[in-house]
């Protein structure tokens, strides 16, 4: 198993990738903290993991909050002795507004999930990975913050602010046997539409140019194996990039 005793925090999954992730890394030998704000959803990946013979516990996590964030990272190794693998799924998209649309309350709370949490995951685990030498942290962006087209300003700069992030963290603890990479999904079957609201009239029909080019939508599981490929040791000289998950769909610009 490509994961064997390795410990595993995954945010955002109670459902679509987080869910795909989570039962995949139990699979090959992960035990996993299932992080996310909707606890029955969690509960019932963790208990689908352990009826299959794996590991995992259920966490409520409002990734918004540091102190829930904390509390996640201070679970994992209270729970399972340590922590090896990061992986910063959970996200929130905007309702396509175009910066001259966006509210500061929508833009603060995009971010607050999308970007600063993934900054607070990152910064509680890395005294555990500095301690044991080694750590694996991954940040799933989206193919949004790599162009301007994908979705509204908020989401668009959030994740933009994610790839940067990625990119620094690599960077900065490439010595210490730290890796942190990204992963750029393009389309993906998921359910992030249920945090959209008061969807942009201009915003929707401005992306629609982009989005006519989509090759076809991607599985959850199909992300989960790319967030395996760089949680292994397969992926041990892949450090500070963005790997695009997207059927080819931004090869088109």
Known sequence: MKLHNQV??????ASGMGKAIAELYAKEGAK????????????????GIVAKGGAAKALKVNIAQLADIESMIDTAVSEYGTLDILVNNAGIMDGFEPVGEITEEKWDRVFDVN????????????PLFLEKGKGVIINVASTGGLNGAHAGAAYVASKHA????????????????????????GAVMTNI?????????????????????????????EIAKVALFLASDESSFLNGTVVTADAGWTSAF
């Open 8 to 13: 595993a925090v995954v945010t955002g999954a």
């Open 32 to 47: 996993v903290i299932v992080a996310d704000l909707n606890l029955e959803g969690a509960e019932q990946v963790a208990q």
């Open 115 to 126: 970007t600063k949490g993934v900054m607070r995951a990152t910064r509680k685990a890395l």
């Open 162 to 185: 994610v790839i940067g992030l990625t990119k620094n963290t690599g960077f900065m603890y490439a010595g210490k046997g730290i890796r942190c990479n990204a992963i750029a999904p």
């Open 193 to 221: 539409q249920a945090s959209m609201s008061s969807l942009s009239e201009f915003g929707v029909s401005r992306t629609k140019l982009t989005q006519s080019l989509i090759p076809r939508a991607g599985s959850p599981d």
